[in-house]
Each structure stands twice: as structure tokens, then as C-alpha cells.
């Protein structure tokens, strides 16, 4: 049978550029967010996170930033890079909580 | 460094089997975790166990699913009929605390159930 799957988002930057990827969250009682990569047949793999009680966290080339207001959380990649290239999925727990809710996802193509 | 590894990289099985899916959590993490990937869906969580039971599971594991840490190392998901709608990639992952810490995920098992 026909296996329907979701549309996943996707961004298209050139080598070098910076990259935005946004994701909105679901709970408002969410106070821990994760940011994973996934590249084609490979586990999520960290990348960076937050927690509720700051709104702006960076990594190596990275930056996370949280809106609480609007539950809305971004994902900067500075000097984008073709190894960035991957699906790029929010998570988000609670404290108290022992499981995470992925978001949809976004393709991120880098091109060279 | 230390990673999650799975066993096998791929099962396939026939609907009606049994399958058991294979997990070796980084050595010093003591909560455990299965999610799945339906092909080109978002990643759902399945269960979560810690101290030999488990502290969270979703709906979706349901009496079909059960987990098991046999011994010191290996943490393991059986599915006692399996579906055509479990095909799916099976993601184990670890992390030294709960409650809101980082989870370190696992390459993966494809299962395939013709």
C-alpha cells in the first residue's frame, strides 16, 4: 500500500552562509529543548541545548534561541558547511518527564 | 567516546514473529529509552525504563512491546507479533540522568516485517 508520510521543510543555503532553521513547540510546560541532526540512515545526534530558563545558548557554530512567548525555538548554523546537510528535528521535554517529543524536522541542503 | 550501539542494523520479519531488537547503552547511563521512526515521520517515543522498570511509555507501546535489561549492558525490545505497520527504524538511547537531560541516541535498527 501507499506509505503517506510528512512533507518535511526544507532550506537551501549556499556554502558559507548562515542557516535558520525554526521549529514551534507543542507544550508550554516544556522547559528542556534539544536540537538533533540526522543524517540518512543514522541515529539523532545532539547537537545543542536549553533550557527554559535562559533564551539564548551557544555552541561551536552554533546558536539556539528560545521564545517562550510564542513557544517558538530557532537554530542558527554559522558558515554553513556541506557535512551540515542532514534533517535537523526540535525535541522537547519537561522536567519530571522521561521522554521527548520530536518535532517534524527540516532538511537542511547545502550547497557547494 | 563512548557510544550507543544496536544490534542488528537491519531485521527482517515475516507478520506474526517475534522479533527482539538489541541495545548496548553507554556504560555509566542509567535510564534507557526505545523510540521509532516510521520511513519519513518524525522520531516518537516509545518507552523509557530506569532501575529495572519502566518509568514512561507512550500509547504506542502497547501489550504487543516489552523491554528487558537481561544483564549489565544490554537493553533489549521484543515485539511478540509484529505488524506490518511496526516496520520502522528503532532508535535505543541513553543518558546518565532523566527527567530532562541529554539523551544519546543509537545508528539504529531498520526492521522490515513482509
Known amino acids: 500500500g501507499e506509505s503517506v508520510g510528512l512533507h518535511l521543510p526544507t532550506l537551501s543555503v549556499q556554502e558559507g552562509d548562515n542557516s535558520i532553521i525554526n521549529c514551534a513547540y507543542s507544550?508550554?510546560?516544556?522547559?528542556?529543548f534539544i536540537w538533533y541532526k540526522q543524517e540518512s540512515g543514522k541515529g539523532p545526534q545532539f547537537i545543542i541545548d536549553i533550557r527554559s530558563n535562559m533564551d539564548k545558548r551557544q555552541g561551536q557554530r552554533v546558536t539556539v534561541l528560545l521564545n517562550k512567548t510564542v513557544k517558538h525555538l530557532s537554530l542558527q548554523i554559522a558558515a554553513t558547511q556541506p557535512g551540515d546537510s542532514a534533517v535537523y528535528f526540535c525535541?522537547?521535554?519537561?522536567?519530571?518527564?522521561?521522554?521527548?517529543?520530536f518535532g517534524t524536522g527540516t532538511r537542511l541542503t547545502v550547497i557547494p | 567516546e563512548p557510544e550507543v550501539t544496536q544490534t542488528p542494523s537491519h531485521q527482517v520479519t515475516q507478520m506474526g514473529q517475534e522479533v527482539i531488537l538489541r541495545c548496548v547503552p553507554i556504560s555509566n547511563h542509567l535510564y534507557f529509552y526505545w523510540y521509532r521512526q516510521i520511513l519519513g515521520q518524525k522520531v516518537e517515543f516509545l518507552v523509557s525504563?530506569?532501575?529495572?522498570?519502566?518509568?514512561?511509555k507512550s500509547e504506542i507501546f502497547d501489550d504487543q512491546f516489552s523491554v528487558e535489561r537481561p544483564d549489565g549492558s544490554n537493553f533489549t525490545l521484543k515485539i511478540r507479533s509484529t505488524k506490518l505497520e511496526d516496520s520502522a527504524m528503532y532508535f535505543c538511547?541513553?543518558?546518565?540522568?532523566?527527567?530532562?537531560?541529554?539523551?544519546?541516541f543509537g545508528p539504529g535498527t531498520r526492521l522490515t516485517v513482509l
Open positions: 525504563f530506569y532501575n529495572n522498570e519502566i518509568s514512561e
Open positions: 507544550n508550554s510546560a516544556s522547559d528542556y
Open positions: 538511547a541513553s543518558s546518565f540522568q532523566g527527567q530532562g537531560n541529554e539523551q544519546f
Open positions: 525535541a522537547e521535554t519537561q522536567t519530571g518527564a522521561n521522554n521527548l517529543f
